[in-house]
């Protein structure tokens, strides 16, 4: 009989990871889903473990004390921030994942999930519909280790039999915390600066299409694909994933359907430069087929629920915003 799953996140106070902890707590309980970070937030409830994903020693004596069957690793260094200081982005998104790769194999873990992104992606990438096949171009340190990590999951996915499953992420939108230094974070942050300020500034100039993705339905995406079964996922690098896409100035536009007075302004950035070589849209045909992909949110639904959830940490009492 199979014991029952044991679930390890790295990087759980992440944007992603505070919410897939959540979700996983509820289905498997807090006792088979153990957090980790390099430091643990005072809000955090459940298992929580303090591991430094460099530290492959402390990983590894984590994975066999607590009997771990599964690795959720969400520990890395994002776009925008990676630019800052790309050797140490490289360091630790390259060989954190080769430590839970090894780790993986020697102790025969059941799953591994690991993130990709659109960064994998670059110049020469068309910016329409952007196939599953087209060859990575990244132009950033994140994206760089991004695309060599599809790669090495899939060496070890086909050498050593370890089931490793990957996503390319287009841009998360969640309310639950504040984005973590990656080039989609406006579309974050703005919701924050309606509900507080009334007007925000934008990093990127209107017109920029990026792709994106609601909290819920990127969770559902992971979760979905992490249960399907062995021979459904027919793709061993990272499946492409779409769900929306918008230029700030249609966000804005949609906020403003519900704050009538909500300004936006535009003073783009170096961001700018890395979100000029990211596709505009996404074709995910393939995860739709193997295994039943479906986004729920489309960009009216997404604002409308970023709105209100924010009122109620904002504006606790009921008096939401009204400019």
Known sequence: MRSPEKILITGANGQIGTVLTQTLQARYGQDNVIASDIRAEETFSGQFERIDVLDVKRLEKVVVDRQI???????????AKGEKDPQWAWNLNMNGLFNVLDVGFRQQLRKIFFPSSIAVFGNFTPKINTSQSHFLDPNTVYGISKAAGEYWCNYY????????????????????????????????????????????????????????MYMDDAIKCVY????????????????????????????????????????????????????DTWPNSIDDS?????????????????????????????NPKGNPRQS
């Open 157 to 212: 996915r086909n050498n050593y039999d370890l089931d490793v499953r990957s996503l390319r992420f287009p841009g998360i939108i969640g309310y639950q915390t504040l984005a973590g230094g990656g080039t989609t974070d406006y579309a974050v942050d703005i919701f924050h600066a309606a509900i507080q300020h009334g007007t925000y500034e934008c990093f990127l100039k209107s017109d920029t299409r990026l792709p994106m």
């Open 69 to 79: 069957t599964q690795i959720y690793h969400l520990a890395a260094i994002l776009s």
């Open 224 to 275: 979905d694909m992490m249960d399907a079964p062995y021979e459904a996922i027919t793709f061993h690098g990272a499946y492409n994933i779409g769900a929306i896409n918008f230029t700030p100035s249609e966000i804005a536009a949609e906020i403003q359907k519900h704050l009538p007075n909500f300004t936006i302004t535009y003073e783009p950035d170096f961001r700018q430069q890395i979100a």
């Open 286 to 314: 393939l995860a739709k087929k193997d295994w039943g992909w479906s986004p729920e949110y489309d960009l009216a639904k997404m604002t409308s629920e970023m709105l209100k959830q924010l009122n109620k940490k904002y």
